[in-house]
């Protein structure tokens, strides 16, 4: 079942099946701002505090806004300037598509978005649908241009943390590196083991677990280098309700993690962050050499798929 609604002063689209609940708003970049669990009345997503969604610009500062649900970050994380075919385009931060309205129809049980670019020449569409337990979110981003240019995608799916939830990184993973510094973690580019490491004092850090809120803290790292299976997520026993987030590999080979644990404006919340691009910034990105180029007429296609049971 498919609705127009209602949703914190927004018009919004509601997908329902026996299973879940999801919210999507078109006019903030398709954003999904609620997946619920119905029988477990569990809603996985950190939710905007406020009663009603501000409507951010282009170059809009990403943590002046709600910061909540699950954003599409493209084609950067970080406000980055690149130079293509001899001119200076800067990405806004976290991206241009958060920030985008899109068009949208309904058709055949799915939301089918489409929006296309004014700093690039890309036309970007997401399919959501709903498939049993899972959302399944397919996308195609074509270079509609004759330049090619560099891009970072990436998952910014903020879910609810909960002190005694169990992080789930993709399998073989059994290292990581810091990118953001840490009073626990350290220095940027610091390696650490995976799951339980010494935070700068000597103590054990478990790193599928996530600290209280009272911790006042935040941190941001990836798996070192490509992961070796394309599926993570986490285990919420006080509702015994599994989130997991099946990717392809090859498309998105990089998982970085967010958390803030009261560390930024109170909030309590982390992502698993399925991405492209190694790390962030479209410049850190192409001097490691893991970053995505898009090529004239080429199309990016891939699919997410998160399951809650």
Known sequence: MILNIKFKERHAIEIENNFLRVIVIPELGGK????FRKDKEFELLFQNKEQFYKIPQLYSCFQEFDASGFDDAFPTIDKSNVLINRKNIVYPDHGEIWTAKFNYKLENEEIILNYKSTILDYDYKK??????DRIIAEYSIENLGETEFPCIWAMHCLINCEKDMQLFFPKGTDKVINVHESKYLGEVSKVHSYPVTKDENGNNIHLDKVLDITSNNEEKYYVEGAVKEGKCGAYYPSKDVNYNVYFDK??????????????????????????????????????????????????LKFKIEIELK
Do not use: H, M
């Not at 999904?32 to 997946?35: C, M, T, W």
């Not at 399919?127 to 049993?132: D, E, F, N, P, S």
């Open 32 to 35: 999904i701002a609620s997946i």
């Open 127 to 132: 399919t959501i649908y709903l498939q049993g």
């Open 250 to 299: 090859e498309t998105l080979p990089y998982v970085g993690f967010w958390v803030t644990e009261g560390g930024f404006r109170g909030d309590y919340n982390c992502a698993l962050e399925p991405t492209n691009g190694y790390y962030d910034s479209i410049d850190i990105a192409s001097k490691e050499g893991k970053v995505l180029v898009l090529k004239p007429k080429e199309t």
